[in-house]
């Protein structure tokens, strides 16, 4: 199972809105609504930020926002703030496994 | 307050093999799956495999069929993870991640919504 492909990085101003892509295939992002999104900072646990594509877990910033088209996954973080500075990584389910994507660092100019 | 505690740091040959475990408190150790998932120095994570506690029922990457194992203690609600004929490319963190219960277990669909702290284990002769 291959890696789904993400940005190695992506960067914003304060304020600014950004848009991380994750792109996989009909058999695992394009063929399920299981599309999560992780926040990890250095030395952390990963965070979950998204599931399902586009719902939010209770206390995660309305910032946060997921969606797809086809094979690819979005995630956008509105409003960036300098505590969003983080890696991200988006998941989708993939035949009885998960597969992970490649990972983007998000940088708070 | 669900909380996954897991093992400390280990330094192994290769060659040999280890253990980590991942001991889950503040739930119901029984209505989920636990997954364990790996984050080389500097790379990406990595999802290694998963077992359902409560029936004792793992599935593992293709990647790593034959080198992992992993089990589940229910009396202590502990969840293991067992890589053999260890190399350096294992040099990683490990890290044991909770399938949200509110989905159902066999499907595999569940998000990651707890991780424990992760377990640096280091393979170097």
């Known amino acids: 199972q291959s890696a789904l492909t993400q940005p190695a990085s992506v960067s914003g101003s304060p304020g600014q809105s950004i848009t991380i892509s994750c792109t996989g295939t009909?058999?695992?992002?394009?063929?399920?609504?299981?599309v999560s999104w992780y926040q990890q900072h250095p030395g952390k646990a990963p965070k979950l930020m998204i599931y399902?594509?586009?719902n939010r877990p209770s206390g995660v910033s309305n910032r946060f926002s997921g969606s797809k088209s086809g094979n690819t996954a979005s995630l956008t973080i509105s409003g960036l703030q300098a505590e969003d500075e983080a890696d991200y990584y988006c998941?989708?389910?993939?035949?009885?496994?998960?597969?992970f994507g490649t990972g983007t660092k998000v940088t708070v100019l | 307050q669900v909380q996954l505690v897991q093992s400390g740091a280990e330094v192994k040959k290769p060659g040999s093999s280890v253990k980590v475990s991942c001991k889950a408190s503040?739930?119901?150790?029984?209505?989920?799956?636990i997954s364990w998932v790996r984050q080389a120095p500097g790379q990406g994570l990595e999802w290694m495999g998963r077992i359902i506690p409560i029936l004792g029922i793992a599935n593992y990457a293709q990647k790593f069929q034959g080198r992992v194992t992993i089990t589940a203690d229910k009396s202590t609600s502990t969840a293991y993870m067992e890589l053999s004929s260890l190399r350096s490319e294992d040099t990683a963190v490990y890290y044991c991640?909770?399938?949200?219960?509110?989905?159902?277990?066999?499907?595999?669909?569940?998000?990651?919504?707890?991780w424990g702290q992760g377990t640096l284990v280091t393979v170097s002769s």
């Open positions: 399902d594509v586009s």
């Open positions: 009909s058999s695992d992002v394009g063929g399920y609504n299981y």
């Open positions: 991640a909770r399938g949200d219960p509110g989905y159902d277990f066999w499907s595999g669909y569940a998000p990651f919504d707890y």
């Open positions: 503040g739930g119901t150790f029984s209505s989920y799956a």
């Open positions: 998941s989708s389910y993939t035949s009885s496994s998960k597969v």
